[in-house]
């Protein structure tokens, strides 16, 4: 269900268009290798960042692979294993975003 849907009074976040802007700038300062570090698959948030961020770097011509969004905790333990996966990985990315 959506936080917009619960029938009280909530605050939603614009997640896709706060992730979708950086992205675009990103790319459009030529980078064109991403990562993306999201947080749990089951979080609204964790599923709609990276959505967003994909979404702008479609916006600029840039792929975003799916091997390239880890999904962790959203914790600082959560951020080490997911970076030392997409380390492990080697795919290579200069730029990431969480």
Known sequence: ???AKLGV???????????RAPARALAGLGHER????????DLLAARDRPAGFKAGLADAG???PDANVV???????GG?????????AETGPP????
């Open 1 to 3: 269900m959506s936080r």
């Open 9 to 19: 009074d909530t605050v939603v976040p614009a997640n896709r268009a706060g992730a």
């Open 34 to 41: 991403f990562a993306v570090l999201a947080g749990p698959p």
């Open 62 to 64: 840039v792929a975003l």
């Open 71 to 77: 999904h962790g905790g959203f914790t600082r333990d």
């Open 80 to 88: 080490h294993a997911s970076v030392a996966d997409l380390l492990a």
């Open 95 to 98: 730029a990431c975003s969480s």
